[in-house]
């Protein structure tokens, strides 16, 4: 099975070099070469341009930054049209089903050609060491088709698929919805309790005794309380956008996101304060200058 492989940023490039590792033959494109130079080193093959490398695969996958980057690549960069007879295309890219429905309609279904939409959860560190969350949309002889790479890139029994083509895509930005959510919300009631005099590893202990304990707070906040790790892995103006394909999703099929949409904005002001590129947890930051101080762990006051 030949792969072609797009897009080798902080998430593409590790799964790339897996598949490579893994005994695959790769070819891989990313719009910077040098990015391809280690997957290169370790015997994929370089393709100049989005079409050249589909050309080359019977399963194409892309891991891009955004729905505008994935329709320019199949369809202006010519990958959907490349692509052989009997080829799959594996969208792993957060994106959105509107996107990759242009593609099909387009390209793909006029020729018979499958796609499946799976993006992924857990981070630079879970694409560098397989243990991805996979979440994928689409059929399920596709899916079966699709599953030894998808072994290879996630963990196996969090390679799930969650329905027809786009409910990858969706539960995909519905996870990131609800997670930086949390990331506001703890961060709001960190600031009032420890402004309010509590100190906070005993205001931490407490919340996670209680009903309002949560996986956020006790494993996800660690890196900020521990060492200050407000994740530059993965960048401001990616999370931004991943709130905002939230929020038009929900404007698209009538459901209301106030709630959603106030944590873009308070996000957005993040990305405003400490730019661009800086880590997806930055938020907290805000909360942090609210309440005076760093919400750092003193492990000495920490209770059980």
């Not at 199949?74 to 009997?86: E, H, I, K, M, Q």
């Not at 939409?117 to 949309?137: C, E, H, N, W, Y």
């Not at 998808?150 to 027809?164: I, N, Q, R, S, Y």
């Not at 805000?286 to 006051?301: I, N, S």
Request: hydrophobic share 45%.
């Amino acid at each position: 099975m030949r792969i072609g492989f797009i897009g080798l940023g902080n998430m593409g490039g590790h799964m790339a070099r897996n598949l490579i590792e893994a005994g695959y033959p790769v070819v891989v494109h990313d719009s910077r070469e040098e990015s391809a130079a280690q997957h290169v080193g370790l015997g994929a093959t370089w393709a100049a341009s989005p079409a050249a490398c589909a050309a080359e695969a019977d399963v194409l996958i892309t891991m891009l930054p955004n729905p505008r980057i994935v329709e320019d690549v199949l369809l202006r960069g010519g990958a959907a049209a490349a692509l052989p007879d009997g080829a799959l295309w594996i969208d792993m890219s957060t994106s959105t089903p509107a996107a990759a429905r242009r593609v099909i309609e387009e390209v793909l279904a006029p020729r018979g050609l499958r796609m499946l939409d799976a993006p992924v959860s857990g981070m630079a560190k879970g694409a560098r060491t397989g243990t991805l969350q996979i979440f994928v949309g689409g059929e399920e002889a596709d899916f079966a088709r699709a599953l030894p790479l998808f072994e290879v890139l996630g963990d196996p029994p969090k390679v799930m698929l969650v329905g027809g083509q786009g409910a990858g895509y969706t539960v995909k930005l519905m996870i990131n919805q609800l997670w930086f959510s949390h990331l506001v919300a703890t961060s709001e009631v960190l600031a009032m309790g420890v402004k309010a005099g509590v100190d906070l590893g005993v205001l931490r202990s407490a919340l996670l005794a209680s009903p309002a304990a949560s996986n956020f707070l006790e494993n996800d906040m660690m890196g900020i309380v521990e060492s200050g790790d407000y994740d530059e892995s993965f960048a401001m103006v990616l999370a931004c956008k991943d709130l905002g394909l939230a929020v038009d999703l929900g404007r698209d099929i009538g459901v209301s996101t106030e709630l959603s949409a106030l944590v873009e904005q308070i996000y957005r002001r993040a990305k405003a304060r400490y730019g661009d590129l800086s880590g997806e947890m930055i938020p907290v930051k805000l909360y942090e200058e609210l309440a005076g101080q760093d919400f750092r762990l003193a492990k000495e006051t920490e209770v059980s």
